[in-house]
């Protein structure tokens, strides 16, 4: 089975067994229909509002696009996204920038943590033991 969200005109699917796959039903079940009779999810769109955010940070800060995670958001949509980079051994450039700056709050290991209702129970663990660790590693 494959649940999808509409977003700007996109999908971001959620396949079994990948990273960012094992969502929390409770998440699907808190629905709001607009007037456009499209289902949006309140909770998602908080979500993806804090990842263009985040990136908006890191870009001001580094003066320079993301260029690879935005076409890794384009390619798995956020969630997918941010559970690949969370299980991921290698410790982002982002993640340092924002943590070296004093911005942890506006890492996507933050995000994770924040909206861990969306994400997997070994996502949330991964993405809270690097900020656990955040100047350890």
């Known amino acids: 089975m494959k649940l999808a969200i509409e977003h700007q ?7 079994p067994g990948e990273p960012g796959s094992e969502i929390s ?7 709001r229909s607009s007037q456009a009779g499209t289902e949006v999810d309140l909770a ?9 955010e985040t990136i908006e940070i890191y870009e001001q800060m580094t003066g320079h696009a993301a260029s690879r995670t935005r076409q890794m958001i384009q390619e798995y949509g956020e969630v ?3 559970s ?3 299980i991921s051994g290698d410790l982002q450039q982002g993640f340092r920038v924002l943590r070296d700056n ?15 209702h ?3 129970a070994e ?3 991964a993405a809270q033991w690097r900020l656990d660790n955040a100047y350890e590693l």
């Open 118 to 120: 969306i994400f997997s």
């Open 25 to 31: 039903t409770a998440y699907f079940l808190d629905r």
């Open 123 to 125: 996502t949330v663990r």
């Open 80 to 82: 997918r996204a941010l």
């Open 44 to 52: 998602l769109m908080g979500f993806l509002a804090a990842v263009a």
């Open 102 to 116: 004093g911005q942890l709050e506006h890492t996507f290991e933050a995000l994770v943590v924040r909206f861990s």
């Open 84 to 86: 690949r980079l969370m």
């Open 9 to 15: 005109n996109r999908f971001m699917g959620y396949k």
